[in-house]
Every structure is written in C-alpha cells, then in structure tokens.
C-alpha cells in the first residue's frame, strides 16, 4: 500500500428506495469496501397512488449511520475524511430556504404517481421529440420524473422561499450547509449536454434556478457543529449529493458494447459504447466516463419479489424464505410455470404506461407458490429482454449484472438464458457505494488503489433458450392485449 502522511477515509451513503447503507473504505486499514451498517428505508402508500417517505426518518437514520461512521474512524485513527452521498431521485421535497428547514409532511418519491394528471402538460412540453432538444435526451412522459412533479406542486402554488431537492441533497446541507447537487440528481430538468438546469422547462415552471440546489462538483467542507456531532475528522469534506444509479456506471467499469443490468428493488437496463450510438425513443441517452450510454428504468425488480413474499405468503422478506423458495424453484421445469405481467405499478422503460397493471396467465391447479414464485423470477427476465431488445442485444458482447438479485444463481441463469447472452456477475453487492467511492477518490487524485470488484460468469442453460424463447412471444403477446 502507497504510503501517506494522513490517514484518509473515503465513505458513502447511499439512501436507496428500501434501504440506507453506509460504507467506508480505509485504505490503511483492508482493501475493500467496509460495511459500516443498513437500515431499513419506511416509505407510506396511499390507495390513490401515493408513495411517499418522511424526511425526518431519512435524517435519523443517516446520522444514526454517521454516528456509527465516527466511531469507526476514531478507533481506527482516521485524520481526513471524504464523503459521497448517492441515493433516489425524482422526489419532491419542498425544502424552506429562509428557515433551513425539512418539510413535516411526508414526500412523494420516485414511485408515487398522484402526478399523472400533469402528464398531458408534461407532453405539450416535452413531446414529440421536444425533449431531445431540451434536455438533449428522449425522456417519456411519467409520473417518475421531478419536471412532472413540479408541474403537479405548481397547481397549489410555489412559496416563495421554497427551494426543491432530492435526499441526497438534503443531507449535504444538513452536513456543508450549502444547496449543491449532482447534475444526475436533476435528471429531468438538467439538459445532459450542457449539464445546467434546462431555461425553457424553468420558464415553464415559473421557477428560476435559485429553486433548486446548484450544480457543482467541487466537494464542500463539514461544518464545525456536525463535525462535534458524528465525531468526524478535523478534516472532513462532503460531494454533492449523486443518482445511485450514476454511482453504479462507476463500479461496473463498463467496456464498449457491454450491457448493464441495475437489479434492486427496481431495475435498469442499458448499454454502454464508445461511439455515439443512436438516440432512441424509449430510452434515455447520457455521455459518461468517454463513451455514452443508452439505459432505462423500469417499475420492475426485487419489488415484485417483495410483495408476493408480503401480500401473497404472508411471509417476511429474508435470506432463508428466498433461499428455501429458490432451492424449490431449481426443481422446476421453466415450461411448467405460468406466465407473469409483474406490473404491479405500471412500467418505465421500454413501456412508459403508469397505468399498466400485473397478470397471471396460463395459471393451472396443479400451480403452487413455488410455481408462481418461479414465474416471478422469468417474468421479470422477460421484461428485462424487451428492454435489450429495443436497445439492440445483437451487439452486445456480454451483459454486467450487480445489485441485491444478482446474488441469486437461479435467477442469474434464467436472465442469461432468457437473453441468450453471458451474465457477468459482480462480487460488489453494494456496487452504487463502490462507484461512489471511486469517484471521490479519482476526484481527489487518490494514489491509493481503488476497492477491487470482480466479476463471474453465468452462461445460458441450452436446454431452456428455445422455451424461454417461446414463453417470451406468449409474453409479448399477453402484454399488448391486456396494455
């Protein structure tokens, strides 16, 4: 190891949808990533759509974490600490400027759709190919994005010393005390060529940009207060807040023609080139680390898992229930399963419909839990292939996997033999913490060696690509007629 005459930490927090991790890495100390702890995320659903969560939750959990994080650098002797923060984007928190204040009613996330009477605004404004010019990118009409969810705040009226961020925003003020973002955080209202907040959607909106938190890049020193408060480092230093997904790109060192599977409670899907590929119309397109990037979204993942394990089983989430369920799972025939439309809250990408809702076809009696659990596992696979498909899988080399699922061998071999293609399997199950990690540390020219993250492969099963292939137009088809 290089040898330094301070000892630095670099840390990060990554508030995700269901969880809130923080992690360290210490160089001085092991060469991997440092799982400091995680906590459950708590999010409020509503019957009219609504997905929200309590800032005041967030808050406590996160410094619960930083309390945690101080302690560990002060046993370990750390003098220099740098944080980066990434987590879930296209929330609405209506942040008082004048006061520094969070909001006390909780606030709609990513996944609330109470918006969607704003849509067709939406489209006057972005579609028909008018997003391209504007944001420099395709970017469908949704409920999921922050433009759509300004347009819906902005019928009860702004207020005046308002100012809009995402959780990871939030919580660099609470720790620099500055209003600073990511342009990745902004996705919808950033035009990704210029990285700078879009004129024509603020001149929309009404807004000017003092309503949002500035792009910036540069890191903020921690202030004295919660310095004293989390027992930091006389020099401790914090990013602006980034996408969790942004993070991710970062930690699969994705090479050209690779494709890339996000896989948590939701999942993304894309692909990454060194050439200009072309724009599509169901994806977004982003430049990144000298190539670009062609990915989505979607409503689908670990989520679907999740509320059949909660609503269907009565069970609670765990390793033993998905392990015991998956050891069944492998037992079974792929031709003997149903088929799923797992959209429990509609579909983003290759779709873009809200109002989309979950199936269960070809359902017989002799079906059991294991079954549908099973056909779970496919279903999403096959919402995956469609993705790819669109993106153009044909040219892909291989598709990189990482995230909470992809520990799962079952499910890894069903995805690479719905999609006929290798599945690279990182061994970094919190990727989006490790990318994160490598960007401060390129950001501060570390000399250290960066944590290793390696990858295996799963190959198709020959003897299911022509089931899954036949299973995959039923699907299709299924899906047009009941869309």
Not at 346 to 355: F, I, V
Request: charged residues 20%.
């Amino acid at each position: 190891m290089i040898k330094s005459k301070k000892n630095i930490a670099f840390a990060t927090l990554d508030i995700g949808t269901s969880q809130i991790k923080l992690g360290v890495y210490y160089p001085f100390l092991s060469n991997e990533l440092i799982l400091i702890n995680n906590l459950q995320n708590e999010l409020i659903y509503g019957s009219s759509g609504e997905v929200r969560a309590e800032y005041k939750v967030i808050r406590e959990k996160s410094f619960q974490l930083f309390k945690e994080l101080g302690s560990f650098l002060k046993r370990n002797k750390a003098e220099v600490l740098y944080i980066g923060i990434c987590g879930h984007v296209s929330s609405l928190i209506e942040w008082s400027k004048i006061k520094g204040i969070p909001p006390e009613k909780p606030f709609p996330i990513w996944l609330d759709t109470t918006s969607y009477n704003c849509v067709e605004e939406y489209n006057g404004v972005m579609g028909n190919g008018k997003s391209k010019e504007i944001i420099g990118t395709f970017l469908p009409s949704g409920t999921n994005w922050l433009f759509t969810k300004l347009l819906h705040r902005r019928k009860s009226g702004f207020q005046k010393d308002s100012i809009f961020l995402q959780v990871s925003d939030a919580i660099f003020y609470e720790l620099s005390g500055d209003y600073k973002t990511h342009f990745s955080s902004q996705i919808s209202m950033v035009n990704l060529k210029k990285r700078e907040y879009a004129q024509e959607l603020l001149n929309h909106l009404q807004l000017d940009k003092s309503c949002l938190p500035s792009i910036d890049y540069d890191s903020s020193p921690i202030t004295k207060q919660q310095k004293r408060l989390f027992d930091f480092p006389e020099e401790s230093f914090v990013f602006p807040g980034m996408a969790d997904f942004y993070t991710s790109l970062y930690g699969l060192r994705l090479h050209d023609k690779e494709g890339f599977m996000l896989a948590n409670t939701s999942e993304q899907a894309g692909a990454f080139y060194l050439k200009l590929p072309e724009m599509l119309n169901n994806f977004l397109s982003i430049s990144f680390n000298g190539g670009f990037i062609n990915y989505g979204s979607t409503n689908t993942g670990g989520n679907v898992v999740s509320w059949f394990l909660t609503h269907v089983l009565n069970r609670k989430t765990n390793s033993e229930i998905l392990n015991e369920l998956t050891a069944k799972a492998a037992a079974i025939e792929p031709e003997n399963t149903p088929i799923i439309l797992p959209y429990l809250q509609g579909e983003r990408a290759p779709l873009w419909n809200s109002k989309l809702t979950a199936s269960i076809l070809e359902l017989n009696s002799y079906h059991t839990e294991v079954h549908l659990f099973r056909a779970i596992l496919e279903s999403i696979s096959f919402a995956r292939r469609q993705c790819f498909e669109e993106i153009g899988i044909d040219e892909l080399h291989l598709i990189k996997i990482a995230g909470g699922s992809s520990k799962n061998t079952l499910w890894n071999t069903i995805r690479a033999s719905v999609l006929n293609k290798r599945i690279a399997v990182a061994d970094e199950k919190e990727l989006s913490m490790a990318g994160i990690i490598f960007y401060i540390m390129e950001a501060n020219n570390s000399p250290f060696e960066k944590p290793a993250i390696n990858f295996s492969i799963t190959e198709p099963n020959p003897a299911w690509i022509n089931i899954y292939d036949e299973k995959y137009s039923r699907f299709i088809k299924y899906q047009k007629l009941l869309s």
